[in-house]
């Protein structure tokens, strides 16, 4: 009867296990989405951030919050990194999800094109050190955070790019 018992709660121990690795591999083997933006001044010229982890221009954006889909991630991150206003979101640039695209962790970032306005105003400074406007032919592209060159690039030459 004993060995019936131990047998079981082994048993029971082993698929407690299963369990718990599935529900790790879900949280933490799987992609974070998240969300760049490509902000337009009225005047065309785009804005871009410096991150303070880094020292890069960038795109501003961020991970998606529970409960939020990726206007109101847009929506969000461009007040918490620019200080601007979303006008409206006038363009799906692409969709960004090589396992080597951020640093830290495998992301699927959703990249739009979108009309904004207001005083460009840093609001986050522990992420955020610089922001300025560029026009389209002055950007620093090369050496940007993730793979904001790339997106930039493609946005420029009009793609819309699933990678």
């Known amino acids: 009867m004993f060995l019936l018992f131990f047998a079981t709660f082994i048993q029971s121990i082993r698929n407690l296990s299963r369990v718990g690795q599935t529900v790790l591999g879900i949280i933490f083997r799987h992609p974070i989405t ?8 009225a005047d ?7 991150r303070r982890d880094d020292g890069c221009w ?3 954006g961020g991970m998606v919050d529970w409960g939020e889909d990726i206007s109101q ?11 601007l206003e979303l006008v ?17 962790i495998h992301s699927i970032c959703v990249v739009v094109e979108a009309e904004v306005q207001g005083k460009m105003e ?3 400074t522990l992420e955020v050190m610089d922001i300025r406007a560029f026009a389209p032919n002055s950007l620093p592209l090369g050496k940007m955070s993730h793979d ?3 997106q930039l690039e493609d946005y420029l030459k009009g793609l819309t790019t699933l990678a």
């Open 88 to 104: 409206k979101i006038t363009r799906l640039v692409g969709v960004y999800s090589a396992p080597d695209r951020d640093p830290r």
């Open 122 to 124: 840093i609001q986050d």
């Open 34 to 41: 998240g969300a760049s933006i490509i902000p337009l001044l």
């Open 58 to 60: 960038a795109l501003p």
């Open 148 to 150: 904001h060159t790339r």
């Open 73 to 83: 991630t847009v929506h969000r991150e461009l007040i918490e990194e620019t200080g």
């Open 44 to 50: 065309g010229r785009i804005v871009l951030i410096k």
